[in-house]
């Protein structure tokens, strides 16, 4: 049985919007690994509507006051999808700068906990609200994500952090549309089958599993 602590950060997918059981996949994770036997505690960090810009002020006090450094813990972050939106005919945070966002919280963060890093979810683009006065285009959300997902591999790379494209999971699945609330927020189905994911990627399975465990 393995003991561990972990705070999750990141937007509305990691805050469970859209899931009327209001677990999330984090919930629905934990809850999944405690029925296997292990001993979690998790806190869910997500707040709707965040980019990286707004995690990078608030995630170290907000981890600080949960997590022990005496204690087996890990720092989950998840966010990206509100990066690469398009807002009021301006993209809320350029590719460039979520880069430097993400680089400055991943480096302080690891060297505090282990560190995983969640990539963003497809969305369903042909459910996205009409982006132009006009209504003559949609906004293309996949394939601005898609630009900004390569970057964080990349990045999750260069500093060593386990990284989940949990896009490539998500974009070629028939039926993962189908889960979608909204076209954005995955519903119950959805965060379950995230809370799937999450379970049998490597990254997770370390924590739960490795040797430090």
């Not at 994500?145 to 974009?171: R, S």
Request: charged share 20%; hydrophobic share 40%.
């Amino acid at each position: 049985m393995t003991n561990l602590r972990v705070c999750f950060i990141g937007d509305s997918i990691t805050n469970g919007t859209g899931d009327t059981g209001f677990l999330g996949w984090p919930g629905r994770l934990c809850a999944a690994e405690v029925d296997a036997g292990h001993n979690l505690t998790d806190y869910n960090l997500g707040i709707r509507g965040d980019t990286s810009a707004d995690i990078v002020p608030r995630w170290h006090d907000e981890v600080a006051a949960r997590l022990s450094p005496l204690l087996h813990c890990a720092i989950v972050f998840n966010f990206g999808i509100n990066d690469a939106t398009e807002e009021n005919g301006e993209i809320r945070v350029s590719m460039g700068q979520s880069i430097k966002n993400a680089r400055a919280l991943l480096s302080e963060a690891k060297l505090m906990h282990s560190t995983l890093w969640i990539g963003p979810s497809a969305v369903d683009d042909s459910r996205m609200p009409l982006m132009t006065e006009t209504g003559e285009t949609r906004d293309k959300r996949n394939a601005r994500t898609a630009d900004y997902n390569l970057g964080f591999k990349a990045l999750a790379d260069e500093l060593d952090v386990p990284y989940l494209d949990m896009l490539a999971k998500t974009i070629n699945d028939a039926d993962w549309h189908g889960l979608l609330s909204d076209g954005l927020h995955p519903g119950p189905a959805g965060h379950q089958k995230m809370a799937e994911i999450v379970m049998g990627w490597i990254g997770w399975r370390a924590l739960l599993d490795g040797p430090c465990a």
